[in-house]
């Protein structure tokens, strides 16, 4: 019989070790260095042996850090058949839904960066759907009869809380982005919302400003995001010793004013006249598509952004960075954001009995020309 070439014994011995579990799932691999070191091979033998691995989909490779093995449950790793094997056989697959709120929408940011980055390296594929208000619950609905291995879901409202805990009771993996939802056990991965908040309006109080509004197109109370910014808007106004105003919310001068639908501007330019008004010097928005509303209001009725209003958004959006003046805004990391939703699912994956605490990813103040002195 002829014997195996080296690197090839290099592949049986690790396909063992991944096969009987003493290499696990997220697993770090020998480097090249010390599995030359063990078999006595060159370095040229161990890196082919790797590369063998990496093209059967058993490891995945992250420059800098190292070889790891694949997430992926691939049962035919002890006799060498590879990741097909299976396939076909009518059980889930290694496909991961990500369910946004209209796919183009210019404010979500880049969350499927960082997902699909970390679903890579683990040999997982992503399939992105498009949801609204009206249609997130049949979405749910056909997702949960669906072979996903697992949901990242950014929920549009908390309409189907009773859907998704179906989700819940039968251990389906789901993680959710930008918000919690209380009640439900999925872990989440979000920003810094109270924090970011508290930070721009300090920036605010920083540069002189004590007449500072909170701008909101829901009711804060109401949405996970909103309520966290609200309050780290208040908590800055608190510990700054200035007193905080309610916040203003579009939706209620809506009820008010009784603006038709495709008229919202006008509910901006009755906001910005009533916080005129009120003597406000500048505006912490809820978010930078509110802050640019608030920007090209103020401009509609002759008002100067920054000279007669600050505005001060959350996101950095792309947008932010081409309006005129540049809008000062709280910056998310929503790759990062997908990179550690991505990253959490797989734990889900492996464990669906795992508990896994909210994920609180950092935000950074980027300034630009929509802030100024007083």
């Known amino acids: 019989m002829t014997e195996l070439p080296l690197y090839q014994q290099i592949v049986q011995a690790l396909r063992k070790q991944i096969a009987s579990g003493e290499l696990k799932s997220g697993d770090q691999v020998p480097t090249e260095a010390e599995l030359s070191q063990q078999f006595g091979v060159s370095r040229i033998t161990s890196k082919r042996a790797l590369s063998e691995l990496e093209n059967e989909g058993l490891i995945y490779r992250i420059r800098g850090k190292g070889s790891f093995v694949s997430e992926r449950e691939l049962r035919a790793a002890s006799d060498g058949t ?15 839904l990500l369910m946004l709120p209209f796919s183009h929408n210019p404010g979500l940011g880049d969350y499927g960066q960082g997902i699909q980055e970390r679903l890579d390296a ?6 992105i759907q498009a949801s609204s208000p009206a249609s997130q619950r049949r979405l749910l609905e056909h997702a949960l009869l669906g072979k996903h291995q697992g949901l990242i ?20 993996p789901v993680v959710l982005l930008d918000k919690q939802l209380e009640g439900l056990p999925f872990p989440a991965v979000v920003s810094d919302n109270l924090g970011g908040a508290y930070e721009a309006t300090a920036h605010l109080i920083a540069r002189g400003h004590r007449r500072i ?18 309050w780290g808007y208040l908590k800055a106004m608190h510990e700054h010793a200035v007193p905080s105003l309610e916040a203003i919310e579009l939706f209620r001068l809506n009820e008010a004013d009784r ?26 928005a809820t978010n930078d598509l509110t802050a640019i509303e608030c920007i090209r209001a103020a401009q509609s009725i002759g008002l100067s952004v920054p000279d007669d209003l600050s505005v001060i958004g959350f996101d950095d959006i792309q947008l932010a960075e081409y309006i005129a003046p540049g ?48």
């Open 82 to 96: 590879g990741p097909s094997a299976g396939a076909g056989s009518g059980g889930i697959g290694n496909e991961v």
């Open 122 to 127: 683990s040999g997982h594929t992503l399939h």
């Open 153 to 172: 879901f950014y929920p549009v409202s908390n309409a189907d809380l009773d859907l998704l805990y179906q989700y819940a009771l039968r251990r389906y």
């Open 213 to 230: 509004a909170f701008l909101s197109t829901n009711e804060p109370a109401s949405f996970y995001t909103e309520r966290e910014r609200y």
């Open 259 to 284: 603006v038709a639908e495709g008229e919202e501007a006008l509910l901006f330019v009755r906001a910005i006249r009533l916080l005129q008004e009120q003597g406000i010097t500048a505006i912490v």
């Open 327 to 374: 809008l000062t805004t709280m910056a998310q990391d929503f790759a990062r954001i997908g990179y550690l939703a991505a990253e959490t699912l797989l734990r889900q994956i492996r464990n669906p009995h795992l508990t896994q605490p909210a994920a609180v990813v950092p935000v950074k103040l980027v300034e630009r020309g929509s802030v100024r002195t007083l």
